[in-house]
């Protein structure tokens, strides 16, 4: 069974960056996703990577995060730059994806594409 473990959260000051990593159990071709929970609001994507390396970002990330992975570590990256307050909240990676042109593909849009889900790490920004 697939397990996710998260790590690299913490606490920074608004302009910051963190990077934060998501380990994986095993080899494999899915696609990846960074979600977030802000407390007390419903879970947000962020950006998803597909088997193929190509990315999606929502809107409020762009131009500050960039998911990568790391085949040969079994590890998907998120590195936030320039943090916001608004930020704040557990980020989770999770894995799934559907068969499409050759690749997993996947999008931050799409949850319910997402079946494995990590433990989260916690990123606070402070202003």
């Known amino acids: 069974q697939l397990h996710l473990v998260e790590s690299g959260g913490g606490s920074v000051e608004a302009g910051g960056s963190l990077t934060l990593s998501c380990k994986v159990s095993?080899?494999?071709?899915?696609?990846y996703g960074w979600f977030r929970q802000i407390r007390g609001k419903d879970q947000e994507g962020v950006a998803g990577?597909?088997?193929?390396?190509?990315?999606t970002y929502v809107d409020s990330v762009k131009g500050r995060f960039t998911i990568s992975r790391d085949t040969a570590k079994n590890t998907v990256y998120l590195q936030m730059n320039n943090l916001k307050s608004e930020d704040t909240a557990m980020y989770y990676c999770a894995s799934g994806g559907r068969w499409e042109g050759g690749k997993f593909h996947c999008s931050p849009h799409r949850i319910w594409e997402f079946g494995t889900w990590g433990q989260g790490t916690q990123v606070t920004v402070s202003s």
């Open positions: 990577i597909d088997s193929d390396g190509s990315t």
């Open positions: 095993e080899t494999n071709r899915y696609c």
